[in-house]
């Protein structure tokens, strides 16, 4: 039974991470561009719900929008302004860049809203699903809910709207993107911009099941950067599977090996993917290629 | 009035200068060759009129307006189209998307423009489900033709588009290439095959050291001792 | 050439006279210095010359470090003695893990790195009984007066530097320097030349392994307190890129100068704005990234022009 | 004296039979012209010989010796020696660095620079690349990289030389040089084998033609007999090149 | 002017940042009291009172650097300790070697004292002692718990509280039924909870850090683990705590080195009580044990200073220090012959009605301990 619980706890928090690695990936498959920011990006998100929720007791649900779309123009002014300046540049400076960016956004955020761990807690945190033995958290299910649903709607969007078909072909080859009228200054820019509003949901989402610093930017980013991998870079369904994957990794490696061995597991089962399958398991031919 | 024309035209890569002092034009409904050796300048004045490299000085017009050091996207959308070298084509993708995306400055017609295409290049429509990047040579090399098509441009650079192709696809292509000049679309044409770009086009320049050193009707310069002995090895 | 030769021999020459100079602090400011130029350094091999981007090469000080502590402190050896054990250590473990690694490429590689440097991290933390786990490992401290054992860690470290330096240099000027770089460059065409790519791969990883162990075998005894979480530190990974990328990774003295300029650059900001300094940190790295992304020797060889960061900027810019 | 030969090779890439039975004999000194249609599978017979992608099926045989489970550095230091369709030059080096890797580490094995930069000079004299030899790879046009492949695989000492399409983007005038090094390269006992499009370059210098087509040999022999070969001319050719003639 | 100048090397940023400005409050509040009084009585003059703060980022060896700096280039001999028991580690080792001296009022874990050190003071009670008056305080409710959970995160302090919780549980009778570390920083603990929860143990206690008891509470309320205690090292005595967990905070117990209602007398404030009004004055909030145990271990440094009679001859001060026996804010301060305070013993808070209240020991409580703790709605 416990095992049952294990996993469904697994496949629940797989929602959330689907949702903090879909957009790294995004970026990552189209631009290039690893973005070490994508964690710190996040918490802005959760900040924004906590103040929301603090000052004016806005539901953390209904926040959403108020995190997504600030956090979409922020990404789009980062990436049309900055990294747009130096995206030919060697992979490995845009590594550093956007580190650059998180150590700026993490402290700025220490700065303006302390170091102190934050906690969205509305009034009907703690309620549960209980079937027999098993509980299920409805804020969890909710935020599964929430994740599955915009992944699915982002996945819509890149497959059937010109822009999401530019964002496909930009990925591919910018120069022939170019060829055929598509502005990839102001593809990068919409597909930074996406990544970061949907990292605002995520971070969002994340303030009502844990509590959060800006210390914890780096290992958001390192889940969203699991996530990438295992599932393919830039693809969403990828991202979808990577996250479920990682939570059920991390749970059951904690149920069946220790808690403290968890992280060695995840990772070494990242590892694992690459030496295997270095395009991740839903990656695509000719996507995402390792491009120099 | 001229359709189109590159007046005086100047640029290069970072300090280096390639091409000095060009001047060109296109009359509507030619084909032009433009002749080189390699590393004379060829792709990159190709490059420069799409406004994939910044002019220093010079101008470009067309239909009277002028484009020098406009962004590619603007002027894919005013109707230049570039079959660049190379193919490049979206690998990744099916020849069908390739040819929507295509369309992209362009999308009302689109159905139809694909149907045209089609009727152009049979090839692909046989293979629109396969992706790009599976595609032989010869057949990425007409994806690419047919994508720049769905732009409806009323100018077609076409770099270098025999290359490494089997002479069969190349006969095939050159069939291709007079079809869509018929329909209405202006070409420059750049190829390394002197013999035949002359034989297809109205009219040639020469372009030596990133200069325009001859120009003239292209029958003529078939028969100009010059360009036998350095280009066409007589 | 000839002419950095020279000033590298002066420069040297300084740093040898310095702690005659120079108070404690300073010391221990340069000290830490040398310690970042021989890992960039010595991670340069893998990264800059062989173009894997091994992004968790701490791994190989942490490895390092704990091979010094745990052989001074359970096994009572003599830390000179530790220093080899922990370059063999850095070289097997490289070696081991290059086979499976090394198969993969940039990005990919430079992530399963990082994975694999957690995860030697979280074994660390659990091997309790030896390593102390997460309650860490106290190390001996040197016996004499600290004005003597500050130097005694500057000289130490410094060799440290200078043996990274010419076993980078040595690498770089030989037939081996130009497998790696041609192998960084294409690795089929590497290979068609004759060239026997995976095992001259896992060479250089070794050697950069066992050369940044050597680092960390020193920076163990010298702190005398190590705990996983400070001796494979992801910041400290950061930091190691960026000099290299700041330096110029396709030089010898590239990471050197980075580790140089990084160090004493954040020493004034972190001195002057107590506050802000993180902030200021990251703008730091965000202009040197946008104006010298080729790393300052590469850029400025010629001698230093706002043309050239100008050129640069409208090379990068999409 | 056969140089190379390789028996019911096969090339699978997935589902996909790239290569189907090829039995193709290579002789001492001779220069092999290699045609086909686009996607025949030239390359990736090549890519096979230099043990660059893995056999699906059948042997490679080179000198008398079985070089199936041989790896790419090894089939060079015995003496095979190529260039790419796609070139790759190693940015970042100079020309002549270029070349003396090669020099370096092909048959020839130089075991210092002094050395390396004796040979790789000779190479690029033999190419006419000498005035570019400190310059960067990456800013000369595609002749001069194509003759920079040629040079770098000179300075290994090939017994075999193997050329993917180097002229590919000459115009007639540098066909007609480049033909004349490539026939010099003969006459010093390097055995050829030669990929191209450009018909006349084959006509002019290969001493035997095979024409791979689909995967699988359809037709070799002198060239002007595999031009005349209809099915040559129905895969390959074309009608109208048949009409014309043989430049 | 007549100034003795202190250094301290903190966490004003990184991960420590939170606890590191709770000290340095404490030294300030300190430093302006003392200086408001005329400064640290040496003889006949007054000296005042100057701090020479770094910010060692969180990072233990930025910090070792630091002090080294604070000793060698501005010739600061008198160390106030940094936050975090990593940081006081490496620093102390630096004072040792170069003869200055720490007390510090921001670290517990025992392994501290085990170096022979001799120039290192701590006024934490130590961490294997943390869990232990809690422990003691449950043993006799009614109904009887007799089965003990306890999770900690794998960093050398937790480590050690949990050891010495367990130690304790079998000293009190009690049953260990769990007992298993997870890694520092964790986020999501729920499979340690649902395999708690399985054990159905009467005390929950978690040794770890702020965030990870935030997210215990969350999730075992989420999974509906109910034991009859909850208990904390670290965590509840932060004002955070409630802002954080809201109504779910209720009825947790926590360990504090302090708290507010504590009724010392004080050398320097006057009185516990005093040093809390102060503090709400400068700072706007109540003070919690991490800044008090910064106030605390300025005014101990102080006094030692005052009885030595010099500033500058650090083997007085040292043998002032080791003798010293005095009251302050922070209880009877003794020190034994490795420099850890001795039987300064550990209150125990619950949160009630959103507040903090010391339920232990008897002679400070402001309320009774509410037990069992009510199910999760
Ligand atoms: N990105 C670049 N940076 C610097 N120089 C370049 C770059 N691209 C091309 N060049 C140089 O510009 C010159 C002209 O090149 P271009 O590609 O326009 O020649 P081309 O006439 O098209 O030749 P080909 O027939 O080989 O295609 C060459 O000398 C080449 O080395
Ligand atoms: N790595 C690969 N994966 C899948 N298919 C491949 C791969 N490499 C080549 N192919 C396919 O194998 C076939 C033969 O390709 P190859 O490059 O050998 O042709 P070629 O004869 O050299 O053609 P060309 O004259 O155009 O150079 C083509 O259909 C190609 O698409
Ligand atoms: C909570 C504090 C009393 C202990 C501190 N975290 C330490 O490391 O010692
Ligand atoms: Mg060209
Ligand atoms: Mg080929």
Redesign the interface.
């Known amino acids: 039974m416990i095992i049952l619980q294990v996993l469904l706890n697994g496949i629940l928090l797989g929602g959330f991470y689907a949702l903090i690695g879909v957009g790294f990936s995004l970026v990552w498959g189209v631009t290039n561009i690893i973005n070490l920011a994508h964690g710190a990006i996040a918490l802005l998100g959760a900040y924004i719900t906590l103040f929301l929720f603090q000052y004016y007791g806005v539901d953390p649900f209904l926040s959403l929008p108020f995190s997504f779309i600030p956090l979409f123009i922020f990404g789009y002014i980062l990436q049309r302004y900055l990294l747009n300046l130096v995206v030919k540049a060697q992979i490995f400076m845009l590594l550093i860049l956007t580190f650059g960016i998180e150590i700026f956004l993490v402290n700025f955020m220490t700065t303006f809203f302390s170091a102190d761990f934050r906690s969205v807690t509305p009034d009907y945190a703690g309620e549960s699903l209980i079937i027999g033995d098993i509980v299920i958290p409805y804020i969890r299910l909710a935020v599964f809910a929430i994740c599955i649903l915009i992944t699915l709607l982002l996945s819509l969007f890149l497959n059937k709207t010109w822009t999401g078909k530019a964002i496909k072909a930009t990925s591919l080859d910018i120069d022939a993107a170019m060829m055929v009228g598509i502005n990839p200054a102001k593809i990068f820019a919409i597909t930074f911009a996406i990544a970061s509003g949907l990292a605002g949901v995520a971070g969002s989402l994340f303030s009502l099941t844990q509590a959060f610093s800006p210390s914890m930017a780096g290992s958001l980013t390192l889940r969203a950067f699991i996530v990438s991998i295992l599932g393919g870079l830039g693809r969403v369904e990828g991202a979808l599977l990577g996250g479920i994957i990682l939570g059920i990794v991390e749970t059951l490696s904690s149920y069946i090996i220790g808690e403290s061995y968890k992280n060695a597991i995840t990772l070494a089962i990242m590892v694992l993917v690459l030496v295997i399958k270095p395009t991740g398991i839903l990656g695509k031919k000719y996507f995402a290629e390792v491009k120099h | 009035m001229k359709f189109f024309e590159v007046r005086n035209l100047n640029t290069g890569y970072g300090d280096l200068q390639i091409l000095r002092n060009v001047s060109l034009e296109i009359n509507k409904g030619e084909i032009v060759a433009l002749l080189g050796s390699n590393g004379a300048g060829k792709s990159t004045l190709m490059r420069a009129i799409v406004g994939r490299l910044r002019i220093w000085s010079g101008e470009i017009i067309f239909n009277e307006q002028n484009i020098t050091n406009l962004s590619p996207d603007k002027i894919v959308k005013l109707g230049i189209s570039l079959c660049p070298e190379r193919r490049r084509i979206f690998s990744g993708m099916t020849v069908k998307e390739n040819l929507e995306i295509g369309a992209y400055q362009r999308r009302n017609g689109l159905k139809e423009r694909m149907e045209k295409v089609f009727s152009i290049l049979p090839r692909l429509y046989e293979r629109k489900n396969h992706l790009g990047g599976d595609l032989s040579g010869g057949e990425q090399q007409m994806l690419a033709i047919g994508r720049a098509l769905m732009n409806e441009p009323e100018l077609l650079l076409i770099d270098e588009f025999t290359l490494g192709l089997a002479p069969t696809i190349v006969e095939i292509l050159v069939d291709v290439v007079k079809k869509i000049n018929e329909s209405g679309v202006s070409i420059l044409l750049v190829e390394q095959d002197v013999h035949m770009a002359l034989e297809i086009s109205n009219r040639a320049y020469v372009m030596e050291v990133g200069e325009i050193t001859i120009s003239g009707n292209s029958k003529e310069l078939l028969e100009n001792p010059q360009i036998k002995e350095s280009y066409l090895g007589m | 050439m000839k002419k950095s030769v020279i000033l590298f021999f002066i420069f040297i020459a300084i740093l040898v006279i310095l702690p005659f100079l120079v ?4 010391l ?2 340069l000290t ?1 210095t040398f310690m970042f130029a021989a890992i960039a350094t010595g991670s340069n091999i893998i990264i800059g010359f062989t173009g894997y ?1 091994a992004f968790g090469n701490i791994a190989f000080f942490g490895i390092g470090a704990y091979v010094t502590g745990v052989l001074m402190t359970k096994y009572n050896f003599s830390f000179l003695l530790t220093l080899p054990l922990c370059a063999l250590s850095g070289f097997l473990i490289a070696t081991l893990l290059g086979l ?2 090394l ?6 590689f ?3 790195t ?3 440097m ?2 030697i991290k ?2 660390v ?2 091997m309790t009984e030896i390593t102390g ?4 490992l ?1 190390l001996p ?1 040197m016996e004499g007066e ?1 004005a003597y ?1 500050y130097k005694f860690f500057y000289y130490a470290i410094l060799l440290i530097m200078l043996l990274t330096i010419a076993v980078a240099f040595l690498i770089f ?1 030989s ?1 081996f320097g ?2 790696l ?2 192998i ?3 690795e ?10 995976s095992l001259f791969k896992t060479i250089s990883w070794a050697i950069s392994g066992a050369l940044v162990g050597i680092a960390g075998g020193a920076y163990a005894y010298w ?3 190590i ?1 996983p ?2 001796v494979f530190e ?1 910041s400290y990974s ?1 930091k190691m ?2 000099m290299i ?1 700041l330096g110029g990774g ?1 030089t010898v003295l590239g990471p050197m100068i980075g580790a140089f300029i990084l160090e004493l650059v954040s020493e004034f900001v ?2 002057k704005f ?6 200021i ?6 202009l ?3 104006f010298i ?2 790393g300052l020797f590469e850029t400025f060889k010629g001698g230093f022009s706002f ?1 050239k960061i100008i ?1 640069n ?6 | 004296m056969i140089m190379l030969e390789t028996k019911n090779l096969a090339k699978k890439y997935g589902g996909l039979e790239v290569l189907n039975n090829v039995n193709l004999k290579v002789y001492k000194g001779e220069i092999l012209g290699l045609i086909g249609p686009n996607g025949a599978g030239k390359t990736t017979l090549m890519n096979l010989i230099c043990r660059l992608t893995d056999i699906t099926r059948g042997e490679i045989y080179y000198k008398g010796e079985l070089i199936n489970n041989k790896k790419p550095y090894e089939i060079s230091k015995m003496g095979i020696a190529r260039t790419f369709q796609v070139v790759k030059p190693f940015k970042g080096l100079t020309v002549l660095e270029n070349v003396m890797v090669g020099a370096f580490y092909g048959r020839k094995n130089a075991k210092n620079r002094a050395e390396a930069k004796d040979i790789a000079m000779d190479a690029l004299k033999i190419v006419g690349l000498l005035n570019e030899k400190d310059r960067e790879p990456s800013i000369l046009p595609i002749a001069q990289r194509k003759k920079l492949e040629l040079a770098r695989a000179l300075a290994m000492d090939p017994e075999l030389l193997i050329l993917d399409e180097v002229m590919a983007g000459l115009n007639p005038k540098e066909l007609d040089d480049i033909m004349k090094e490539i026939l010099l390269l003969k006459e010093r006992g390097i055995t050829i084998i030669a990929i191209e499009h450009v018909m006349k370059v084959i006509m002019g210098i290969s001493d035997r033609v095979v024409v791979l087509h689909l995967g699988e040999l359809i037709c070799e022999g002198k060239p002007h007999e595999v031009c005349n070969h209809p099915q040559v001319i129905e895969a390959y050719l074309g009608s109208k090149f048949a009409q014309r003639g043989v430049a | 002017a007549d100034v003795i100048k202190f250094g301290a090397a903190i966490s004003l940023t990184g991960k420590l940042a939170k606890e590191g400005n709770l000290v340095k409050n404490g030294y300030e509040l300190w430093k302006e009291t003392v200086n408001k009084k005329g400064g640290i009585k040496i003889g006949n003059r007054y000296y005042k009172v100057e701090i020479k703060y770094y910010d060692d980022e969180s990072d233990p060896n930025r910090a070792a650097k630091l002090v080294e700096k604070l000793i060698t280039e501005d010739g600061i001999k008198l160390i106030l300790g940094p936050y975090g028991s990593e940081s006081v580690f490496s620093t102390s080792a630096i004072t040792e070697k170069y003869g200055a001296l720490m007390v510090q009022g921001g670290a517990g874990a025992d392994k501290l004292y085990t170096r022979g050190f001799k120039n290192l003071f701590g006024i934490y009670t130590v961490a294997t002692e943390y869990m232990d008056d809690t422990l003691k305080m449950l043993r006799n409710k009614t109904p009887k718990p007799n089965t003990v959970a306890i999770v900690y995160s794998n960093d050398l302090f937790s480590t050690q509280v949990a050891q010495g919780a367990r130690a304790s549980a079998q000293k009190y009778g009690y049953k260990v039924v769990y007992y298993k570390d997870y890694p520092k920083g964790t986020q999501d603990l729920s499979t340690v909870i649902v395999e708690i929860k399985a054990k159905n143990p009467d005390i929950l206690i978690g040794c770890g850090h702020f965030q990870d008891t935030v997210v215990i509470v969350k999730q075992s309320k989420d999974y509906k683990l109910n034991p009859k205690a909850i208990a904390f090292s670290v965590g509840p005595t932060l004002p955070d705590f409630v802002t954080a967990l809201k109504g779910d905070a209720e009825y947790i117990f926590g360990s504090a080195q302090w708290t507010p209602t504590l009724k010392y007398k004080d050398p320097v404030f006057g009185s516990n009580e005093n040093f809390v009004k102060a503090f709400k004055a400068k700072f706007g909030v109540e003070p919690n044990y991490h800044a008090a145990g910064g106030a605390a271990a300025a005014v101990i440094f102080q006094r030692a200073i005052e009885k030595a009679g010099t500033f500058t001859d650090i083997n007085k001060i040292r043998q002032a220090l080791a003798s010293f026996n005095e009251e302050t804010l922070f209880g009877k301060i003794r020190f034994d012959a490795t420099g850890k305070v001795v039987d300064k013993g550990m209150p125990v808070i619950q949160i009630q009605r959103g507040q903090q209240k010391t339920v232990y020991p008897e002679n400070a409580a402001e309320a009774k301990p509410v037990y069992p703790k009510p199910a999760w709605r």
């Open positions: 108070s404690g602090y300073w221990r400011v830490q981007p499976p690694l198969r993969l490429k940039g990005h990919y430079a992530i399963a990082i994975g694999v957690e995860a979280e074994i933390d659990n786990g997460g309650m860490g106290t401290i600290p054992i000027r037939k130009y497998a770089r041609a960084r460059i294409d089929d065409a590497a290979s068609v030349m004759g060239i026997n790519t702190l005398t307190y705990d979480s400070t992801t950061v890129f960026a990328l396709t972190w001195s107590i506050e802000i300094h993180g902030m940190l990251g703008m730091l790295i965000i040197i990234v946008i992304p080729k043309r050129i900027l409208r090379e990068n810019k999409l």
